[in-house]
């Protein structure tokens, strides 16, 4: 038996019952320490990485030391800077990376292509954007579909941001400017320049502008026009605003150059160096990228008596659509109401107004412009002596403004009552000078509706509309002055904070804001703004749409002021909208309003068509060959675009076979009101036109169009019968006598099929793919003999350091197939869609016409389509029409017919 350890089982050792720990630590101290030592130091030829368990381990940790943990930190930077590699700067704070000079440099960098409207960072956030018309415009809205903007149009309010539209100013004699302007309209079209509606400036007019002397043809597109209220005396130089679409801008001006003789004179020094000093200097580059703080570009004829100024991007427009526009506006606009103390003038009763309608309170003109600046200088010189207080200096040196500023505050609280704009005079104009709308802004979004207990009493105002239209805004240095003593919004947010005039006030000091004394307080001066209102009259047709439909206000002021009236008209309720908004009211409303511009008779007209024709050929050949329509077979000649010139030529080269290849939109509207009553009334019972039958209604259609030119188009409107909604590019078709049968016997019968037609194109696009299938194997040595040289040149540059992005963006544009690709897919297209050579006659039923815009219509609740049908086709179609005026219409993606009704519009 061995001997034991232990004295109790028999060894020699006694052994104590218990141990001292802090005894036991001290004898070991000296292990403990070389044990710690061993731990930290690295092992020979072992990284501190490597003494994290493989679970803590990360790629990134290697180049990155502030992943490790802290008590490696220092040994592991340490190690890296021995292997060579560099420390690792520490990254800027996101609050130094996004500091007001870079994002100011970033601002007006990405502008230099498309310009940004004053509300472009609003929409960015909420909205999807597009490139148009050198603008980045807002399309629509990310969080809503159409059906919510219809009901904010035709019941609430739709708010859109039109600044895109440019703006003209043209100076001159007035008996001079009629004459000039009278080349480019024609009176059958509509009311023109030199009309008495519009002349005194009391309402805005519209009209179609065309080529010097070449109506009907040589249209150039819709344009709105807005004269100065002035004296109304024929030898005084006046004032007028011509509003185009951006489309047609350059356009309208080199006709306005050429029509007048204009040389240009460029006016290249900047205004902004005696800006406010509340005008922050961020606010300043903004606007210097718009060249707002720029005197305009002037083109002057010789005998100096004509002036053409440049305003685009200098006005800012919004447009307010839907009954509770009116209401908004009420609420959101503020008119100053000075006090007596700063003995301004003196406060003058409204029913006084004798003296707007004398002449000899207006000061007489004189004969050239030159003489007619020099009287201005001084004016201008005054106001920008007080540039903060434009209001004071402006008004106490004009007595007629005086006075017209009272009557315009009497006017605006006179109509606070109203329920819409659309029950006053149409395309009326309404001056006002009013507060900063942030005065007043509510704490949270509210919804403004009209005020019940208010009277609306605008009876006595009416015989005022010419003094209502007069405004500050005309003048350039109050523009100018109202831009630059706006106050900046982080001054705003000061005094804001501080509860200077700031949303939840009390309503005794909201009361004391409106009869506010425009002095300093607490270093807080209130900016006053001049501003213009255009009432929209919205649907005049009864018959079609309810009265009223799609009206609303037009707000015009000067450029810097965008942000603060968006947002305060935002708050009461407005809906915002954009492009497809702006596309499909005017859509819903059924008719051809001002905002349409793309006529297909026009260059912008045919560009925008040509544009569309693009994208939707190429969103068809983005699909697999088994996805995409096969058009050959639908028998649709041209499914991507109206080929009206082919269109004509089929239903005329049986008449005129000498006919000119251009064409136009008939427009007269003494015609296109005959039309209406031929159309609309011949098939009800009773009801002819003249009192005379169909025949004599007929021979006098026939009589009427007889001397024009047959190589003209028709607008129309066709609203679906049963079912079936019109899509764009859609075809009108003439119904055959089987088809009338058939729907009379079968209510439920809803059209014809077209039969399907043979792919004759089908064997060459076979023999086409296989030979391009054997080439490309052909080739394909070249294509791996280029890849390789160029991997090898990239491999050379990133030995040397230098950047390979050149050689990337080289093999994206160009390889060896490239071109024998793009050649193959062209032949592709030809024979998915040949050119077309006829469209009359491309399918079972006789093409008529097209439809240029088809949908769905919220407010008739069934399809309806605008298109146009040449003149002989329409005579054919009336000689054949019996009951009522039906047609068939097929989409192009489809080969079903539908009946529609069709109307003139």
Request: net charge positive; glycine share 4%.
């Amino acid at each position: 038996m061995a001997n034991q350890f232990d004295a109790a089982l028999g060894g020699s050792i006694q052994i104590p019952g218990h141990i001292s720990t802090a005894v036991f630590a001290q004898a070991r101290c000296q292990e403990i320490e070389a044990l710690n030592n061993a731990l930290e130091q690295a092992q020979k030829g072992g990284l501190i990485f490597q003494r994290l368990p493989k679970a803590m381990r990360r790629r990134v940790m290697s180049h990155h030391s502030k992943r490790m943990p802290r008590r490696l930190r220092e040994a592991h930077t340490k190690q890296l800077e021995k292997n060579g590699v560099p420390p690792k700067t520490k990254c800027p704070s996101r609050k130094y990376r996004r500091r007001p000079q870079n994002l100011l440099l970033e601002y007006n960098r990405r502008q230099r292509n498309f310009i940004w409207l004053e509300t472009h960072i609003w929409h960015a956030k909420r909205f999807h954007m597009t490139e148009k018309w050198g603008y980045k415009l807002a399309r629509f809205p990310n969080a809503k579909t159409f059906r919510a903007c219809y009901r904010a149009s035709a019941n609430h309010c739709l708010l859109q941001d039109i600044s895109y539209y440019c703006c003209m100013e043209i100076k001159g004699p007035e008996i001079e400017l009629i004459e000039g302007l009278k080349k480019h309209v024609s009176s059958a079209v509509g009311l023109t320049f030199g009309a008495q509606a519009f002349i005194s400036g009391c309402k805005e007019g519209h009209t179609t502008f065309y080529y010097k002397d070449k109506f009907p043809f040589g249209a150039v597109g819709a344009v709105q026009f807005l004269w100065k209220a002035e004296n109304g005396s024929s030898t005084e130089q006046r004032i007028l605003w011509l509003w185009t679409h951006p489309s047609i801008y350059n356009e309208v001006k080199n006709c306005l150059i050429e029509t007048f003789a204009l040389g240009e004179e460029m006016l290249p020094e900047k205004l902004s160096e005696d800006v406010g000093s509340q005008f922050s200097m961020v606010e300043i580059k903004k606007l210097e990228a718009h060249c707002v703080l720029e005197a305009y570009p002037k083109y002057i004829s010789s005998d100096n008596r004509i002036c053409l100024i440049l305003l685009k991007d200098k006005l800012n427009r919004f447009r307010l659509t839907g009954p509770l526009s009116h209401s908004i506006l009420v609420d959101t606009l503020n008119v100053t109401s000075f006090a007596e103390k700063d003995k301004l003038f003196d406060i003058f009763e409204t029913e006084d107004v004798e003296f707007l309608n004398s002449d000899s309170d207006f000061e007489s003109p004189e004969d050239t412009i030159a003489q007619r600046e020099d009287a201005d200088v001084n004016d201008n010189k005054r106001i920008s002596s007080d540039s903060e207080m434009w209001w004071k200096t402006y008004y106490r040196s004009n007595e007629v403004a005086q006075k017209a500023h009272f009557l315009q505050a009497d006017f605006w609280r006179a109509i606070r009552g109203s329920y819409s704009a659309s029950q006053f005079p149409p395309h009326q104009v309404v001056a006002l000078t009013v507060l900063d709308p942030r005065y007043q802004l509510p704490s949270k979004r509210v919804k403004i509706v009209p005020d019940s207990k208010v009277p609306f009493q605008p009876e006595r105002h009416t015989s005022l509309f010419k003094s209502i239209s007069i405004s500050p805004i005309w003048s350039s240095e109050v523009r100018m002055a109202t831009c630059t003593s706006k106050l900046s919004q982080s001054e705003w947010e000061k005094h804001r904070a501080q509860k200077v005039l700031v949303p939840g006030i009390s309503e005794g000091e909201i009361n004391c804001a409106k009869t506010l004394n425009l002095e300093k307080s607490n270093g807080f001066e209130p900016s006053c703004i001049p501003i213009l209102l255009v009432q929209r009259p919205g649907s005049q047709d009864s018959q079609q749409k309810r009265l009223g439909f799609s009206s609303g206000w037009d707000i015009i002021f000067p450029a810097g002021w965008a942000m603060p009236f968006w947002i305060a008209l935002i708050f009461r309720g407005a809906k915002p909208g954009g492009l497809k908004e702006a596309s499909m009211v005017q859509f819903e409303t059924g008719s051809v309003t001002l905002t349409e511009p793309f006529a297909p008779d026009t260059a912008a007209g045919k560009t925008e068509a040509e544009a569309n024709r693009r994208e939707r050929e190429q969103q068809h050949f983005r699909l697999p060959p088994n996805k995409r329509p096969n058009f050959i077979k639908f028998g649709i000649a041209s499914p991507f675009s109206c080929c009206w010139d082919i269109l004509l030529n089929d239903w005329c080269q049986n008449k005129h076979k000498d006919i000119d290849a251009s064409f136009y939109v008939l427009r007269e509207k003494v015609k296109l009101d005959a039309l209406k009553c031929i159309i609309n009334n011949s098939f009800k019972s009773g009801s002819n036109v003249n009192g005379g039958t169909r025949a004599d209604q007929i021979s006098h259609f026939s009589s009427l169009f007889s001397n024009m030119n047959h190589n003209c188009l028709i607008p129309v409107r066709i609203e679906s019968v049963k079912r079936g909604c019109p899509a764009d590019c859609a075809l009108i078709c003439i119904p055959s006598s089987d088809d009338i049968l058939h729907s009379k016997e079968n209510s439920a019968w809803e059209g014809p099929v077209e039969p399907i037609h043979n792919d004759n194109k089908s064997d060459q696009r076979k023999t086409l793919r296989n030979q391009h299938k054997k080439e490309l194997r052909r080739l394909r040595k070249q294509r791996v003999l280029s890849n390789n040289k160029l991997k090898k040149q990239m491999d050379m540059l990133l030995e040397k350091g230098e950047s390979i992005s050149h050689l990337i963006s080289l093999k994206k544009e160009k390889t060896p197939t490239k071109d024998f690709v793009d050649k193959h897919a062209e032949e592709m297209k030809l024979l998915w869609i040949p050119e077309p050579k006829t469209i009359k006659d491309s399918c079972s039923r006789t093409v008529v016409g097209f439809v240029c815009k088809g949908d769905f219509s919220f407010s008739e609740a069934h399809g309806v389509g605008l298109g146009y049908v040449p003149l002989p086709a329409l005579v054919h179609l009336i000689n054949t029409w019996t009951e009522k005026p039906l047609v068939l219409f097929r989409n192009p993606n489809s080969l079903q017919y539908y009946y529609a009704v069709l109307k003139i519009f």
